[in-house]
């Protein structure tokens, strides 16, 4: 079974321009989230989605959003980039979204300058 | 609110060694346990996962993790420590909240293996 999938790998985008993260989980995962990832913060909890709803919501600005396709893809969106969106953002797919273990892509490494 | 303590930032052992993480977790009500490790330019791999019944929990690569309730604890070892067992290491919770599981994570240990 094909583990999960983010695309893409690496971004570099100048600061005030909008960004679109593509996550695919793992076939029959029905909730995906995202975390970001950085040095100084660790990983912070973006969002989850499940059957297409947002159920959870980390501690972000609104620049962030992010949406759940029928077939459980996931996207987020960072718009009017700054400098401290730099970060390795995870995505991350469970069976259930309960307590079912998450499964991690290996993230999208987005670099603001 | 639920919370993971990770102590150590940076653990270093020798190849060979025992191999000791820490996590401490803050609930009166015993949540569902995990460990993640990762791996560099990858992302988080589940390396065992405690939810109920016994309290020492067998994963991957050789690591377990015993369940105390009593000190609210997870500690994940490892008798002999290779060197490709160098990554940061996660402790995570998932537990009920307002209806819905939400994982935390700790801040991360960062296992040095040295030759």
């Known amino acids: 079974k094909a583990g999960v999938t983010q695309t893409p790998r690496y971004l570099i985008k100048t600061r005030g321009q909008q960004v679109t993260l593509s996550c695919s989980p793992i076939?029959?995962?029905?909730?995906v989230s995202w975390y970001q990832q950085t040095p100084g913060q660790g990983l912070q909890f973006l969002f989850e989605y499940f059957s297409e709803t947002q159920r959870n919501k980390g501690n972000f600005p609104g620049r962030f959003s992010g949406r759940q396709f029928s077939n459980s893809r996931s996207e987020m969106n960072v718009s009017t980039l700054e400098l401290g969106d730099s970060a390795l953002y995870l995505c991350?797919?469970?069976?259930?979204?309960?307590?079912?273990?998450?499964?991690f892509g290996n993230g999208t490494r987005l670099t603001v300058t | 609110a639920q919370s993971v303590t990770q102590l150590g930032s940076h653990v270093s052992v020798s190849e060979g060694a025992l191999v000791l993480l820490r996590c401490n977790y803050s609930s009166s009500v015993p949540p569902y346990l995990f460990w993640y490790v990762q791996y560099p330019n990858q992302g988080l791999q589940l390396l065992l996962k405690y939810t109920t019944g016994a309290t020492l929990v067998k994963g991957i690569n050789g690591f377990e993790a015993e369940f105390k309730k009593s000190e609210t604890s997870f500690h994940l070892t490892k008798p002999s420590a290779h060197m490709s067992d160098a990554a940061e290491y996660f402790c995570?919770?998932?537990?009920?909240?307002?209806?819905?599981?939400?994982?935390?994570f700790g801040t991360g240990t960062r296992l040095k293996v040295l030759a």
């Open positions: 076939s029959g995962h029905r909730s």
């Open positions: 991350a797919s469970s069976l259930r979204g309960d307590h079912s273990p998450l499964h």
């Open positions: 995570a919770v998932s537990d009920l909240d307002s209806g819905t599981y939400k994982y935390i």
